[in-house]
């Protein structure tokens, strides 16, 4: 580690040791606070958000399943018996001095450090079509994303009960983009249709909704094993997912999708889970940034000529063999791993070393007891697969009460083929009432 | 029942049977669909609204102890198995065509009826400041009211810790009201800032906390006998609540409340429950409107003149023995059930007869095995009548799995002092970051 030798090794101690500044509180961020537990550091955790959100069952919150509370979990709670955690802030880092060693908040507030970690996350991108297509196909990464497209989903199926002339359009669904999340989502909308709702209409058939997963690539699940993507895509269209892979997407609006051969989709009901875009703060840090805006950090994950300041999770592009290390939870809890020990190392005076990312396999769910699982050596699809998620997203969530609701919901949900959170709340659809709670 | 005689017995029963269409699913319209299951008619349901939802824990969900799927449960669910329920219709009902017997949705579509229930409620009324004064102190009546007030309850204690130079007028809590609901808000706030958050901030100790409870009358719970209000008042004040009676506001702001007196409270967080207003759908149903816009009904409970018509509920202005019967829900119960036999005896030709409210006696909780209860013979205070107010709201809840959520989330809270949902979503907030979902 050449970068990483001369600077850090002057400790700024101040009144009680090394001010650490974390910035965002998903998987890695949390990991790089829990992993400094008992170093001699004062830490502060600043996050737009006052909850850590579980991300990979925010699907669920959009398909009624779970609710909000049931994966999300107060920052403050998270770190209410960690010592020296010195400051939690609900606030948005808009800009790094690293020159004055200090990061800036949307009120000019400045938070100073000694080391900084930046774990941003990232957000949806449509591919330079922002303006117009972001209104018609929401995209998951935040709780308002879920309860939008919980709503929108929900308030198809009513608008379809109302209009049966229209019907055909509003049972519609496309889901564009075939990574885990829009096979997590096309599968929990044809259990929706198939089983949640099937028996509760009177004027049409929710059992005659399709669901179309298009993916611009050659099969689903890009980054899995090709027999694990077969797999999957016959679990899928087991279920009732219509699969088309290899187009694209040319033109979304109100009423449809127009894919790149000029077929025509008539739905107003699109989801995005196609691109993401690397968290903005990215581009206050003085490094190259790769194509859809990460940061490519250096073998320590500091950016480097900046070895104060590391970067990790989905902002980080970390080079490993050729190729970048993918932007999954797993990955984001060992990098914060790593970042803390290199802090330690600062802190005894210790050489940096460089980050080695372990893939311990993926788990990809696509509905009632089917989900594919890629263990490296194993790989496996079906009811095994589905337990195994299952456990896994269970152990990880944050909290005894998370866990307990979200074992509860599943059970009942599974007994009965039902959803626990069918509400039709917020928002404003054309067409629709405006604001539904003024009588 | 003079007026009840000519007209309503001409029934007109199309293919199978009397029309009945009934507007709002609240208490008492659900009441009068399910009195109705074993009838000879084809019934309607339409609501602004796909959920019902029990608003007596309404204010768990803004004090975030429950989440809103735990007291709101889909409508259609409600009559899946329900065989006379034709349709169940998600829209707004603008305008009643008394002569043609339609209702008309917001879009113009018409819907026919025989008989009409309308039991559309109440929303908050500020007395004629609505302009001015709902953006700075939202009222809990809906889903979205309750998530408002989560959040800026919630927010207020985070930017306190940010600017604790500030924190006296965000640590300051205003509820403006103090009947049942803002009573119950009063005792939750002090909960959350006393234990839920005690130790999970560094700048601020939430416990420096101040909550008022303002009201105009003379006493907190003015529909209960003196001595029950005097209970509750000794039980809030034991909190530490701040109850001033004898108090109006005369201006309210983002800043704070101004009471009549000229003394000024500086606080952010205003929550209303002093006034309601009734649904506007009163006005088109040509009956006479008392000074809070209810109909004055028959004794039958159908609108003077129109007898195919029935209102029930909060909307309705039932007088008995001089005084008008409460805004509750047993009362709205008792009349959907009336309603529902007047439709039965017009099908067979009988006499209507008129409805008589028996009050079965009232229960208000204040907090942590504190409570109220006046049940007419017997009236008592504190734990015993906790006890009783769990039992009647979990036996009042639809759904199994909403009263195995319930239960549970009390059980929890109530070992851990904590409340599971302590989630800032939504909304947007002076001087707070605007959407807190772009990174």
Redesign the interface.
Known sequence: MSEGDSEPSVVHPGEAGMRVVVVGAGFGGLKVVRSLARAPVRITVID????HLFQPLLYQVASAAL????I?Y?I??VF?RQDNV???????VEDVDLEGRAVVL??G?RIPYDRLVVA????HSYFGNEAAWRPVAPGL?????A?EIRRRV??AF?HA??YPDEQRAWLTFVVIGAGPTGVELAGALVEIAFHA?A?????IDPRSARVVLLEGGPRVLPAYPEALSANAQRQLEGLGVEVRTGHLAKALDDGGVTLDDDTRIDTHTILWAAGVRA???GDRLGAPLDAVGRVEVAPDLSVPGHPAVFVIGDLAHIAQDGECVPGVAPAAIQAGKHVAAQIRRDLRGGARVAFRYRDKGSLATIGRARAVADLGRFSFGGFFAWLAWMAIHIVYLIGF?NR??VV?SWG?SWLTF?R???????GRRA?W?D?????
Chains 1, 2 share one sequence.
Do not use: C, Y
Not at 67 to 70: F, K, L, M, N
């Open positions: 737009r958000r006052n909850h609710d909000p509370s049931d999300a107060p403050r709670t209410r010195e400051r939690v802030l609900m606030g948005v949307e009120d507030a941003t996350g990232a957000t990464k935040t709780v308002e994303d309860l929900l308030a009513e009960e109302r709702l028996r509760d209409f009177d004027a968290s903005q703060l009460r307990l609701f509860l009942w039902r626990g959170s069918r509400l039709i709340t917020g067409g009432p604001r539904p709670d003024e009588s």
